[in-house]
């Protein structure tokens, strides 16, 4: 990406030495930005325990090279 631009952050549960965890990852939003070429994307990110128990979620914005949409629409 080029920038990191937000990120909120939810601390659900402890993980503990010898825990496995996995993280889920959802696209939850894109935008074309202002200027050619480049794009918004949210995602949400849950991370779980071998349990399947939502120990950490966060949700960054970033900004992210991309395709003209005007020039990849013809």
């Known amino acids: 990406g080029l920038a990191f631009l937000h990120m909120e952050l939810d601390v659900l549960g402890p993980v503990y030495v010898g825990d496995t965890v996995y993280a889920v990852v959802e696209t939850t939003g894109s935008r074309p930005s202002s200027k ?8 949400r990110i849950t991370v779980r325990n071998q349990r399947d128990e939502d120990v950490l979620v966060y949700t960054p914005v970033r900004l992210i090279r991309g395709r003209d949409y005007e020039a990849s629409a013809s």
């Open 36 to 43: 050619p070429g480049r794009g918004v994307v949210t995602s």
